[in-house]
């Protein structure tokens, strides 16, 4: 039996690091804020993959640009006691014309983004690196599959609004509640369903998997991608890999964020 190629093509980018600054923020959902970054430093920027990995630092002081890191090789170095809180994000949309990109943040007590977000101001500071690499789709996929919660949603709607006409796609979104579902505009084949976890009270770690297991996968060699919470990526990847028979290299999972764990790191891999 011939081996299974992934159809992902990894690019490397240089590394650069840039502070760019709020040039107007949205609430586009109850939980969800939309801050769009651009300034004198957007120039060059780029992100050529939905998933692509993108560090956000978050100063305490939104208006100081005084902690600007210096770039040695493919680091950061920070005065002593200047490194902001910082973590990886998706851009919802970049518009290299404009010098605009988008990032949506999930809304919660507690987290240095979110608390960034919610107070952005036009001029405000965030500093930005990366990305690294992206993990661009370069050979055959006939359809896709998507899933993921609201920390996976920008990536799953660029993905969508960037496929090919008429290409099959399913994806399988969960979010709070329906006032969170946002429209999202494509031009493949797409089969879209919205979970809610508000009429699922107790533990909804395999709302995604249950709901994927009573659909029709896309027909020929389709491409599976799915973020999220931790424990429900892994559920969602032991269905796709072993109950569906998915190839692996045609996949790819990732953990954003786990209940109960603080500062998870997104890069631990959820092989059971």
């Known amino acids: 039996m011939s081996e299974v190629e992934s159809p992902i093509q990894v690019v490397q980018h240089p590394f650069v690091f840039r ?103 036009p001029g405000h500071y965030l500093g930005c690196s990366g990305p690294r690499r992206s993990r661009m789709i370069a050979g ?35 979010v709070a509640n329906a006032a969170v579902e946002t429209p999202i505009e494509t031009a493949a084949d797409l089969r879209l369903v919205w979970l809610h976890r508000d009429d699922h009270p107790g533990d909804t770690s395999n709302l995604i998997a249950n709901t994927m297991r009573e659909l029709e996968l896309p027909a020929g060699n389709i491409f599976c991608w799915a973020a999220g919470e931790a424990v429900s990526m892994r559920q969602t990847r032991r269905h796709l890999l072993t109950e569906r028979g998915v190839p692996e290299p045609r996949t790819r999972f990732t953990g954003y964020w786990k209940r109960t764990v603080t500062d998870y790191d997104h890069h631990l891999p959820l092989d059971e």
């Open 140 to 174: 055959q996929v006939d359809g896709y599959v998507l899933a993921g919660d609201e920390t996976g949603l920008p990536s799953i709607a660029r993905r969508l609004e960037e496929l090919p006409a008429g290409i099959p796609a399913l994806a399988i979104i969960e």
């Open 19 to 121: 502070m760019l600054q709020v040039i107007r923020s949205e609430r586009i959902a109850p939980n969800m804020v939309r801050v769009t970054l651009g300034g004198d430093e957007i120039a060059g920027f780029r992100t050529d993959a939905p998933d692509d990995g993108i560090r956000l630092f978050f100063p305490a002081d939104p208006t100081d640009a005084s902690w600007r890191p210096e770039v040695d090789g493919s680091k950061l170095v920070f005065a002593e006691g200047t490194r902001p809180p910082n973590r990886e994000f998706t851009a919802r949309r970049y518009d290299a014309e404009a010098g605009e990109v988008d990032f949506d943040f999930v809304v919660h007590e507690g987290g240095s983004a979110s608390t960034w977000a919610v107070n952005a101001q």
